[in-house]
């Protein structure tokens, strides 16, 4: 099976920089992917690493370390916008995805 | 056409009623999924459909139960729920290979349930 952990709440103020970390124990391991979803709509694909490293993607960036089952989402200049949950969800070799219990991060002024 | 549709966007229904919740997309995808998210908790997986075939049930009680018509469709028929029902039912699609990201889901809008 799988166990995710992240944290349940963050707050960041805006223009600043937050990470926002995952960690896993797995099975199977066959890809991290994180998610952005606002309160009462679906899930949006931010982000997906399968091998050790940084994934940079505009203000999003994405680290993994399969070796300590460790990965970071980091956000630059935050947004009002950026205020939603942060889902970490973990993919097994069928394709499965495990979500965490997602991080609430709230952006002030 | 990259999305997944979700209908109806809300639905209230009573403990008697049967009603269907309808998911479509047009991307080729071959899998499917269904979610149940509750508010403030990650989605739980409940079905997955590949090749318009039941590949997975996530011991889902009958009162829910999965059609997939065609590749494009795929449908939660509900009968007889409880009001602990009552969360947001969403659905999504992903391809079986290739593309940018591996077996990447997408996810519809969801469909807000309360059962009464």
């Known amino acids: 099976g799988q166990n995710i952990d992240q944290p349940t709440e963050m707050t960041a103020t805006e223009g600043a920089i937050v990470q926002i970390n995952c960690t896993y124990q797995t099975s199977g391991f066959n890809g991290l992917f994180w998610y952005q979803q606002h309160a009462g709509e679906a899930p949006t694909f931010l982000s997906y690493?399968?091998?050790?490293g940084l994934e940079e993607k505009g203000r999003f960036s994405s680290f993994l370390s399969r070796s300590k089952g460790y990965s970071y989402l980091l956000l630059k200049e935050l947004q009002m916008k950026d205020s939603a949950s942060y889902l970490c969800a973990v993919r097994d070799a069928g394709n499965m995805l495990t979500f965490g219990g997602g991080t609430r991060l709230m952006v002030k002024p | 056409d990259t999305e997944v549709t979700q209908t109806p966007k809300h639905l209230v229904m009573g403990m008697t009623n049967k009603k269907s919740l309808k998911c479509e997309q047009h991307?080729?995808?071959?899998?499917m999924y269904w979610y149940k998210q509750k508010a403030k908790k990650p989605p739980e997986l409940m079905f997955v459909?590949?090749?318009?075939?039941?590949?997975i049930n996530e011991s889902v009680p009958s009162r829910f139960s999965p059609e997939c018509p065609n590749s494009s469709l795929l449908n939660l028929h509900l009968h007889a729920l409880q009001p602990e029902d009552s969360a947001l039912y969403l659905c999504?699609?992903?391809?079986?290979?290739?593309?940018?990201?591996?077996?990447?889901?997408?996810f519809g809008p969801g469909t807000r349930l309360t059962v009464l």
């Open positions: 459909y590949s090749y318009e075939k039941l590949s």
């Open positions: 991307m080729g995808h071959r899998a």
């Open positions: 690493n399968v091998l050790d």
């Open positions: 999504a699609s992903s391809p079986t290979g290739g593309g940018r990201v591996l077996n990447e889901q997408f």
